[in-house]
């Protein structure tokens, strides 16, 4: 059975950054790509990225390029999701999620709580 | 830029079938996926390849697409499957959610 768990809950100041981690059980990062997906406070679900698990080359939406930046680390199993530049609408919760061969989210993180207030 | 939209909330009976729909651009050409989540929870996907139910999903949920429109089908619904539930599609690498319908079961 797969897991993914995730790092504990942050609060930063807008300006600042913010590391979120994923680590995934079962040595899962070489077969499912895993993303990231955010939901702010009674909203819905926004794609971030993800990283493909064969060539480690990020993807990103257009609306978080410059300022989203996410890493995998085969040797912990963990994959990191950094955002920069953070504003008070990037409070959210942030879930990684692994996408399988058939592009669904199959499983997902715990979820990190992100509150970004001065 | 590809959207997907989905009614804001759905009601139903206990025991009646709710009908979940998620409409997009020619949404049948594109696998959908189908996830639940229950308030405080992380989602759990219970359709992928848009009529596929995965292991442990109940066989009450069940799922097709014809033309812009893909629907989630929960036979005899039951107070456990109040829940928010999110379509999400690919459209040029890239993952869009519907907004999300809240099905209440009353």
């Known amino acids: 059975q797969v897991h993914l768990v995730q790092s504990g809950v942050e609060v930063e100041k807008p300006g600042s950054s913010v590391k979120v981690s994923c680590q995934a059980s079962?040595?899962?990062?070489?077969?499912?790509?895993i993303n990231w997906v955010r939901q702010a406070p009674g909203q819905g679900l926004e794609w971030m990225g993800g990283?493909?698990?064969?060539?480690?080359?990020?993807n990103y939406p257009q609306k978080f390029q410059d300022r989203v930046k996410i890493i995998a680390d085969e040797g912990t199993s963990t994959v990191y999701m950094e955002m920069t530049n953070l504003k008070n609408e990037d409070t959210a919760v942030y879930y990684c999620?692994?996408?399988?061969?058939?592009?669904?989210?199959?499983?997902w993180g715990q979820g990190t709580m992100v509150t970004v207030s001065s | 830029s590809y959207e997907l939209t989905q009614p804001p909330s759905v009601s139903v009976s206990p025991g009646q079938t709710a009908s979940l729909t998620c409409s997009g651009y020619?949404?049948?050409?594109?696998?959908t996926s189908w996830y639940q989540q229950k308030p405080g929870q992380s989602p759990v996907m219970v359709i992928l390849?848009?009529?596929k139910r995965p292991p442990g999903i109940p066989e009450r949920f069940s799922a097709s697409t014809s033309g812009d429109t893909a629907t989630l089908t929960i036979s005899g619904t039951q107070t456990m499957d109040e829940a928010d539930y999110f379509c999400?599609?690919?459209?040029?690498?890239?993952?869009?959610f519907g907004g999300g319908t809240r099905l209440t079961v009353l």
């Open positions: 999400q599609a690919w459209d040029d690498n890239t993952a869009i």
């Open positions: 020619m949404l049948a050409r594109k696998y």
């Open positions: 390849l848009s009529a």
């Open positions: 079962g040595g899962i990062l070489s077969t499912y790509a």
């Open positions: 990283v493909s698990p064969v060539s480690g080359t990020p």
């Open positions: 999620a692994a996408r399988g061969d058939w592009d669904a989210f199959e499983m």
